[in-house]
């Protein structure tokens, strides 16, 4: 009671119970928000008339629960146990009572006069769930209503609830839940411990909970109010107590259901897999359907981007007449090279490659906006013990496939250090989005059709890989321990936001290709410079020259000089393979295309790349590419996450060298087959 | 609840409907478990976005040559959006 004798009322409930709504229906205007004394947590406080009689409510913070883990809770039960309120409306989520229920069983043993509103009515009611309100009042002892904030008849049951809990005093009845927690260890001798009047408003059944469940301020109160004995007896019987508060959260629960046993008709409510998912989660069919589902995405991906290669090709062909046309114009020659060998040329390539990263882009996208990624994720999750890696780890390589930047900063979840590098050299095997670019165009360019044959190939090897790298850097790296599981909500499947991922796919493809053209032309402008010679012959350059002293090297792993400087290139930047690519069959100082395939003329890039690279080391060239360092952001991310030096020095050598060894083996098989 | 603590130490993965089949309930009551052991903090939620998860949090990203322009180009934009959820021990 205030000192005009008005009735003080406190609002409490979970987050989403609908406390605020009533709040502002029963107070209207009149309210006022401030800051509880010293703390940053919001007070509502309003005033409301009803028969003549004004009330306060407080409306206090909503909180899962109160327990001693944060500040609103602290507040929030500390205003209760005053006494300041006369009495506590205790709010819970009629649609979901099994668990909104939980914070009248935390409040169970609290003094203070109290009533339930059984709030949210209509939702339960949408759903089909009839709750028989009767019952628990009788099994409470508490009034209990039935309510829903919009429905402006439901008031008058309010405030008759109210006035009653206030007349009568109820308090909650404790009895069944204090049977369940007396099969607790401990139980009785600790509440026979508890001092009333210690902590004031609070029940001993009350604080013994709390003082199992590990409660520190109210643990510290009791053992400064008892004396030397009784204190060690009670550090001894909570000693012996191991995860309290789940053993009281579980008679709570059960308390909790036994209240609402036929007190609810929820219509049957049968757990089963969706066929889908239940094929997902197979033990033996699981793997192979979500692979065979991202492969045939993969191939399908590929369909959009030929067009843009048919595009590509034609700004290919532009250079050669271009630059004729220039030339006879009276263009100065460098300005005519650097415009129709560099630039043009450049930008061909990077066109061909936009149509893979359209496709690429939009298949995961649409896989993740459907919901089949996070099944890939469970599938997976189980994966990673036999890496010596937690469930966790595979969404980094499944952030890999876009970027492997993005990977090793995903790795930030994983708290043990030796885990978190293991999962990053592992992650440098997936390709990532430039690579499922650059990749997959070149291999159209010189493979034609079989592109998805080197896409299936690719795959096996990367497994092969990891696994091979997960052993020899598994090792020194991570060591069996325990392993808890994981508990996974998947989201259900949905149809996709076809605006939005269009949207997002135009987006990522425009920023994909002003990225790569600029580091393609910068490649390109670098190599073409290097290989300039005033004479119009490419052997007099500087280029040349060391690559004629590596070429013994480069033959060993199945490339020339050239395509292993455009391997090079790509530890910078799949795409930067494009940019010597494009140059360095051309040369400088030779005008046209023409002039390096023994008088043969031939009209575009592509073609030029086909006539100077033969099948075998085209093969070497793209496995070389594919395993070889991801990019060299990549590589200041790895360091950036390790901080090793050392680790990340290692991965790096160990990738290219790996890259380098598997593109030999690709040469003699190349060998074999044509 | 000790339960479904205990089925988890052998360390396996499973989905909130698997583990409701496994320990014989309901999902909503494996849902209400959950909330109790991540609000008492015996579980935790594995939060992919604070890592970098998508072009806002890009300011961490020293290592983007160009700022959060090339993070972008290579993420996906608004990171992992609908991959559910993950708690963990």
Same mark, same amino acid.
């Given at each position: 009671?205030?000192n005009k ?6 609002l ?20 006022h928000?401030g ?12 005033t ?19 327990s001693a883990?944060?500040?609103?809770e602290?507040i929030?039960r500390?205003?209760i ?7 506590v ?13 939980y ?6 043993g609290i ?6 509103v ?9 759903q ?10 009788e ?6 209503v039935?309510?829903?904030?919009p429905d ?11 006035e ?7 308090i ?9 927690y007396?099969?607790?260890?401990g139980?009785?001798d600790i509440k026979?411990?508890m001092?009333?009047g ?8 009350w ?8 409660d520190?301020?109210?643990i510290?109160k009791?053992?400064?109010a008892i ?9 001894m ?8 508060v789940?053993?009281t ?7 909790i ?9 929820a219509g ?15 033990r033996?069919w699981?793997k ?9 995405g993969?191939i399908?991906?590929f369909?959009p981007?030929?067009?843009l290669m048919g ?6 062909m532009?250079p ?17 090279t650097?415009l129709? !060998?560099?630039?043009?040329r450049?930008?061909?390539?990077v066109?061909?490659?936009?149509g ?8 995961f ?6 919901g089949?990624?996070a099944?890939?994720?469970?599938v997976? !999750? ?9 469930g966790k ?19 930030r979840?994983?708290d ?6 293991l ?14 670019a ?6 159209t ?7 998805p ?11 092969l890989?990891m696994?091979l790298t997960?052993k020899?850097?598994?090792r020194s790296?991570?060591k069996e321990e325990d ?5 996974m ?6 149809k996709p ?16 290709f002003?990225r790569a053209l600029?580091v393609?032309v ?5 190599? =073409?410079l ?16 060391i ?11 199945g ?6 400087m455009a ?6 930047g ?9 140059t360095i069959y051309?040369?400088t ?6 002039s390096?395939v ?10 030029l ?13 793209i496995?070389? %590419?594919?395993?070889?360092m991801?990019?060299i952001?990549?590589l ?9 030096v050392? =680790?990340?020095a290692?991965?790096a ?10 593109a030999?083996i690709?040469?003699?098989?190349g060998?074999?087959?044509? | 609840?000790?339960e ?13 409907e %698997?583990m ?6 309901t999902?909503?009551?494996?849902r ?10 015996v ?8 890592a970098?998860?998508?072009?806002s ?17 290579c993420m ?14």
């Open positions: 009671m205030t004798n008005e009735t003080v009322m406190a409490l409930g979970q987050p989403n119970s609908g406390k605020s709504t009533l709040f502002n229906a029963l107070t209207g205007m009149r309210q928000v800051n509880w004394p010293g703390k940053t947590v919001e007070k509502k406080e309003g409301f008339s009803h028969n003549g009689r004004e009330s306060l409510v407080a409306d206090l913070p909503g909180t899962y629960s109160l883990n944060s500040d609103e602290i929030t500390d205003y146990a005053s006494g300041k309120a006369d009495v409306c205790i709010l819970a989520d009629s649609s979901q009572l099994e668990r909104s229920l914070m009248l069983a935390d409040y169970a003094n203070v006069p109290c009533f339930l059984l709030n949210m009515s209509d939702v339960a009611e949408l089909g769930k009839k709750v028989n309100v009767k019952a628990i009042e099994k409470l002892g508490i009034p209990v039935s309510f829903s904030a402006r008849k439901g008031y008058d049951v309010f405030y008759e609830a109210m009653r809990a206030v007349r009568e005093k109820t909650l009845d404790t009895s069944d839940l204090e049977k369940r007396e099969e607790l260890e139980y009785n026979a411990l001092k009333e210690v902590v004031a408003g609070y029940s001993s059944t604080l013994a909970a709390k003082v199992i469940e590990g520190e301020p109210v510290a009791m053992k400064a004396g030397g004995d009784e204190k060690k007896k009670l550090e019987l909570l000693a012996k107590i191991d995860k309290g789940v053993q959260g579980e008679r709570k629960f059960a308390w259901d036994e209240l609402l046993e036929g007190g609810i008709d049957e409510n049968n757990v089963s897999l969706r066929k889908f998912d239940r094929l997902i989660t197979h033996v699981g192979p359907v979500v692979i065979a589902v991202v492969l045939l993969l399908g991906s369909i981007a030929l067009p595009v590509g090709m034609l700004i290919g532009i050669d007449p271009l630059y004729n046309g220039m030339i006879s114009a009276g263009c100065p020659m460098i300005i005519a650097v129709c !060998d560099v630039l043009i450049s930008a061909a390539f066109v061909q490659m936009l893979f990263v359209f496709g690429v882009t939009l298949v996208g649409l896989l993740e906006e459907i089949v990624m099944r890939v994720s469970y997976f !999750d189980n994966t990673m013990g036999k890496f010596g890696l937690q780890s595979v969404m980094p390589f499944l952030i890999s496939f876009g970027c492997t930047m993005g990977g090793a900063a995903g790795t979840v994983i043990n250090w030796g885990q978190k590098v999962t990053i050299a592992l992650a440098w095997a997936v390709p990532c989005g430039a690579a499922w650059v990749i997959p165009m070149l291999s360019i010189f493979f034609g059709a079989w592109v044959v080197i896409i299936v190939v690719i795959l096996l090897v990367m497994v890989h696994w997960a020899i850097f598994g790296l991570v392993r808890y599981g994981m508990i909500e998947l989201p259900p499947y949905h936001k076809w605006g939005a991922l269009f949207r997002y796919v135009f987006g990522r493809t425009k920023d994909t002003i600029k393609v910068i490649v390109a402008l670098a190599f =073409w290097l290989s300039y010679t005033g004479g119009g012959d490419i052997s007099g350059s500087i280029l040349y020259k690559g004629h002293f590596v070429e013994p090297v480069t033959k060993f792993f490339m020339s000089w050239q395509t292993f391997f090079i290139a790509s530890s910078l799949k795409e930067g393979a494009l940019g010597v690519l494009g051309s040369g100082g030779t005008i046209s295309v023409g390096m023994g008088g043969e003329t031939v009209s575009n890039i592509n073609e790349l086909v006539q100077n690279i033969s099948k075998p080391e085209a093969l070497a060239l496995f070389a %590419m594919t395993f070889n991801p990019c952001v990549a200041a991310a790895t360091y950036q996450e390790t901080h090793s050392k =680790w990340t290692r991965i050598l160990y990738y290219t060298g790996v890259a380098l060894l598997l030999g690709a040469y003699h098989v060998l074999l087959i044509w | 609840m000790e479904l603590i205990e089925i988890l130490r052998d360390g396996k993965s499973r989905t909130v %698997m409701a089949i496994e320990l014989n309930t999902v909503e009551k494996i209400r478990d959950i909330e109790f052991l991540e609000h008492t903090g579980i935790k939620k594995v939060d992919f976005q604070t970098c998860g998508g072009g949090s890009c300011d961490g990203c020293t290592s983007c040559g160009t700022g959060s322009k090339s993070c972008q180009s996906p934009k608004e990171g992992f959006q609908n991959m559910g959820t993950m708690w963990e021990i």
